[in-house]
């Protein structure tokens, strides 16, 4: 194996004082020896293509007080606990003993650190000094890591394609999910919620236009009529009065000129109005259109996380007792917003999700299981057992 550390006269002792100070220093988040195990595992499984990630400048003065001198035993540190934690949320004493002790579990850490290692060129900005969740130091969690590499690799492949269908829905879809994790990063969790609706609204949409070339078109026009007024105070112009009054005199006599700016796209979705009756200009009647018409897929989530986002934009929620449930809540709302978003991109762009080796759509999708079995373990008895209440 590759010595990462450098060359003293007496290495083995130096190996050691270097392995007992990562003991001392994250012995209150990890086993200091399963910590130790899987640090090493790491660096002799990637052996001299670590410095394909991590580029270390050079010792200078200058970078010392600038702050440039990476420590990549500490981030790779960082990355294994966050990970293991991530892994252990509502485990109990013994399955962790079991874990720690299993080669299996160990070579499936070290390769998940690994993994993120690979992705830190769009990962590693966020996600390693701040708590994710109140009580945990580390934020290297496998999901929300995941969630970050995508939106920063989105953002790369649209500053190239800007000529894309949607791209206004991509870019936008980016930029609100990469907010939401930089508040879910900084514990504003209850903050997060307005976004996490809009990314709701923003998924539908682009469901339901991608492949229809009119509805696209119309949503585009009539975005770009809201910007006019928004930024610049224009009125409506005469050809959307028009089209306002026609609608509001045939179809729905009760309905507001913005809730058609926002909604009179779905006029050129197919037997729309013969499906939706009441309130068509409306996030509830597209989701109810959209499981009428895609039977293979279940809209539900979006009904009952949509009504949830609104309590929270309408400050009618009281912040969570156990932050974790939130972060659950989160977690599952960009997963299957803006990681479905990523995936109909590469779709179109005919990218094959992979990242120096790493194919991040099917982490994503690895991760976001695990995550929903822990959901599932999700009791007032093991909620107090994480916060030690």
Known sequence: MLSVLPELPNMNAYKKEHDLALRNIFKNEIKPNFLIKIYHKVLEILDVDIFKY???????????????????DNDICKMIIGIHKSNMIFAGDSEKREKENSDEYSKQIANQTIEHIKLREYGSSYFRQKQIIAGDRFIYFPLPYDLFVICMKMNDL?????????????????????????????NFLDNAYPLCRGLIELYLTLFAVLENKNALKKYIDFSKIEAE??????????????????????????????????????????????????NPYTISSLIYYLEK?????????????????????????????????????????????????????????????????????????????????????????????????
Not at 54 to 72: C, D, H, V
Not at 158 to 176: D, E, G, H, R, V
Not at 245 to 265: A, C, M, R, S, V
Not at 346 to 373: M, R, T
């Open 54 to 72: 991590y580029q270390i400048p050079t010792p200078t003065i200058e970078n010392s007080i600038a702050g440039n001198m990476l420590n990549f």
């Open 158 to 186: 649209l500053k190239n394609n800007q000529n894309i269908p949607c791209f206004s829905i991509f870019a936008k879809t980016s930029n609100m999910a990469m907010s939401a994790l930089s508040l879910l990063e900084d």
């Open 229 to 278: 007024i928004s930024r610049h105070g224009k009125d409506y112009p005469k050809e959307f009065y028009d089209l306002y009054y026609n609608i509001k005199e045939t179809k729905d006599k009760n309905l507001q000129i913005h809730q058609y700016l926002h909604f009179g796209w779905v006029d050129e979705l197919k037997n729309y109005h013969k499906i939706v009756k009441e």
């Open 293 to 389: 018409t895609n039977s293979d897929m279940d809209f539900k989530f979006f009904t009952d996380y949509y009504k949830i986002c609104n309590s929270y934009v309408h400050a009618n929620t009281l912040t969570y007792q156990y932050p974790l449930s939130a972060y659950f809540e989160i977690i599952t709302m960009l997963s299957l917003t803006l990681g479905r978003s990523f995936e109909d991109l590469c779709g179109l762009l005919k990218f094959d999700g992979i990242i120096n080796g790493v194919n991040i759509l099917e982490k994503s999708i690895f991760d976001y299981k695990v995550v929903l079995l822990q959901h599932d373990k999700i009791t007032p008895e093991n909620l107090n057992k994480y916060y030690n209440i």
